[in-house]
């Protein structure tokens, strides 16, 4: 079983960055990929982003591509998710899945366990 807690959302200007952070409490962190989610007012849960379990394969959607960077520690059991260049549109919950494979992943169905979440709101 893996438990998984973000932090690091909030308030933020357009243009302003984040920085999320998803800290995992299970064993072998380094067996699961992990990747970011997020689910917009009205609008369906979408794959932001992934990293493989040694970190060394990364995906991103389209419209994150040159604005968000994922990475990991595995000796600290955490992922981060850098948010630069923030857009209203980027208003979300964001929450951070583990998969019970290395392989990074996007797809929804393929993630195996959730955070609960944290809300990052890009407003003037």
């Known amino acids: 079983q893996l438990q998984l807690v973000e932090s690091g959302g909030g308030l933020v200007q357009p243009g302003g960055s984040l920085r999320l952070s998803c800290a995992a409490d299970?064993?072998?962190?380094?067996?699961?990929?992990i990747g970011w989610f997020r689910q917009a007012p009205g609008k369906e849960r979408e794959g932001v982003s992934c990293?493989?379990?040694?970190?060394?394969?990364?995906n991103y959607a389209d419209s994150v591509k040159g604005r968000f960077t994922i990475s990991r520690d595995n000796a600290k059991n955490t992922v981060y998710l850098q948010m630069n260049s923030l857009k209203p549109e980027d208003t979300a919950i964001y929450y951070c899945?583990?998969?019970?494979?290395?392989?990074?992943?996007?797809?929804?169905?393929?993630?195996?366990?959730w955070g609960e979440g944290t809300l990052a709101t890009v407003s003037s």
């Open positions: 899945a583990a998969r019970r494979s290395s392989l990074c992943s996007r797809d929804i169905d393929d993630m195996d366990y």
């Open positions: 299970g064993f072998r962190f380094n067996y699961y990929a």
């Open positions: 990293i493989s379990g040694s970190g060394g394969s990364t």
